[in-house]
């Protein structure tokens, strides 16, 4: 299980911080990811990380404003946003994959499990 937190509503410029912890698989066998879903939109990818944390992948529209991080001993995984923008806002979701080839980190379907979502709403 997966349980996402710290979405809200937010203006222009601002931060949010999301975590997602997981339950009931050995969390540091599986990397983790970020994907976002807008209304009448495909989920798209937002941030991945490798299973050991070394490793980290970014959407173009994101790198240098989003950082995912993982605490393996916490069973969590985290999205640092700033820089918000209102094209940011969708529902939110973790995701959590057995090791993944490069190629695959992008891609929602090689993930096995999924969080319920959180929303992020930036206001202009």
């Known amino acids: 299980q997966l349980v996402e937190s710290g979405g809200g509503l937010v203006q222009t410029g601002d931060s949010l911080w999301l975590s997602c912890t997981a339950s009931g698989l050995t969390f540091d066998a599986y990397a983790m990811g970020w994907f976002h879903q807008a209304p009448g939109k495909e989920r798209e990818f937002v941030a991945a990380i490798s299973s050991n944390g070394l490793n980290s992948y970014y959407a173009d529209s994101v790198k240098g404003r989003f950082t995912i991080a993982r605490d393996n001993a916490e069973n969590t995984v985290y999205l640092q946003m700033n820089s918000l923008k209102p094209e940011d806002t969708a529902v939110y979701y973790c995701?959590?994959?057995?090791?993944?080839?490069?190629?695959?980190?992008?891609?929602?379907?090689?993930?096995?499990?999924w969080g319920q979502g959180t929303q992020v709403t930036v206001s202009s």
């Open positions: 995701a959590a994959a057995r090791p993944l080839s490069y190629s695959d980190y992008t891609r929602a379907r090689p993930y096995e499990y």
